[in-house]
């Protein structure tokens, strides 16, 4: 079988997803549909918001389906009218098993991370979040349980030290596109390989997840040492962002809630103050961590304002008297 002769149906949403359906269909690929979730309404004026992928299928021509739930029958009906040889799932929703069971050669999934270690919903949050030095891409066969499927292929990359969640989102995007054409070649030159799950876990990798964010995860703890909250932040940057409260003192109820996007590394200081405490000088704003080291804050967003850099914040915030909690 060549190329052209494989049925392959691609479900994606993001724009994650969008530069493995770009190679694919550049590359000549038989991509007999694209699934992409329903379009939303939001923002000013509740404009229609469409998803990346489907963006992408309408300006290249490519056959586009939107179901509202998956187990319709009338899409069922359609994707077996499709007739496909392979599905391809990059960061879509949880497929019921009629769903990936029904290609002959089955489903297969990219994953942003080194499975089995970070499973769920927000593996590249996650491992910038515990100052993992290195993440990587994983294709694995869909099964029944989430995340847990025979690997394919698995590609490691770096962290850098200053990379944020941007940075690394970016570097899996290109290299999860690689990795997924080098799968589906596999495929078709009926040489690929799979590797049980079980069988690295047996080995001593560990399993820590990855479960979805919510506000409360985002929350700074300034106790924890300058090191570890540094990783936090950069971790949830851009998105969802890591927050504070700048507040008169720790058991105020109320305060200014803020968002820090990006910090300098820790600093040593010898002023021995609690942990939240401000030390600033006339450009430059620090807060100090849980180990009495201080980080520099760099970029941050007040809330119901734009971001702003730390020295435009000490021009516009009075912070003599507050910490943060």
Not at 102 to 114: I, Q, V, Y
Not at 256 to 275: G, M, V
Request: with cysteine; hydrophobic share 40%.
């Amino acid at each position: 079988m060549n190329k052209e002769d494989l049925r392959i149906i691609f479900l994606g949403t993001p724009e994650f997803a969008v530069e493995s359906l770009k190679r694919l269909h550049e590359g000549g690929y038989n991509i007999v549909s694209v699934v992409t979730m329903p379009d939303k309404v939001g923002g000013r004026g509740n404009k229609v918001i469409q998803s990346a992928v489907k963006e992408y299928a309408l300006a290249n021509s490519l056959p586009l389906l939107q179901p509202e739930k998956l187990k319709d029958e009338g899409f069922i009906n359609t994707l077996r009218e499709l007739k496909a040889d392979l599905q391809i799932v990059i960061a879509f929703r949880m497929l019921p098993e009629i769903v990936w069971s029904m290609p002959r050669l089955g489903t297969f999934n990219l994953h942003a991370s080194l499975l089995p270690k970070y499973r769920g919903a927000a593996p590249i949050n996650r491992a910038v979040m515990n100052g993992e030095q290195e993440t990587g891409v994983t294709t694995f066969m869909l099964k029944h349980e989430l995340d847990t499927g025979d690997i394919l292929k698995q590609v490691k990359i770096p962290i850098d030290i200053y990379d944020d969640v941007e940075t690394v989102h970016d570097k899996l995007m290109y290299l999860g596109a690689d990795t997924v054409i080098e799968t589906v070649d596999s495929i078709i030159a009926g040489n690929h390989t799979v590797v049980p799950q079980k069988s690295l876990i047996a080995q001593g990798i560990e399993t820590c997840g990855a479960p979805k964010i919510f506000k409360e995860d985002c929350n700074i703890d300034w106790k924890r040492p300058a090191m570890e909250v540094y990783n936090h932040i950069r971790g949830l940057s851009p998105y969802p962002a890591a927050w504070t409260t700048l507040a008169n003192s720790e058991n105020s109820d109320s305060g200014i809630q803020l968002k820090i996007y990006k910090t300098s590394l820790p600093q040593k200081t010898s002023t021995e103050i609690l942990p939240g405490s401000i030390v600033a000088d006339k450009h430059h704003v620090f807060a100090v961590c849980g180990d009495g080291c201080m980080l520099e804050l760099l970029s941050i967003q007040v809330s119901g304002k734009k971001r702003i850099s730390g020295d435009e914040f000490l021009r516009g915030t009075q912070v003599a008297g507050k910490r943060f909690i």
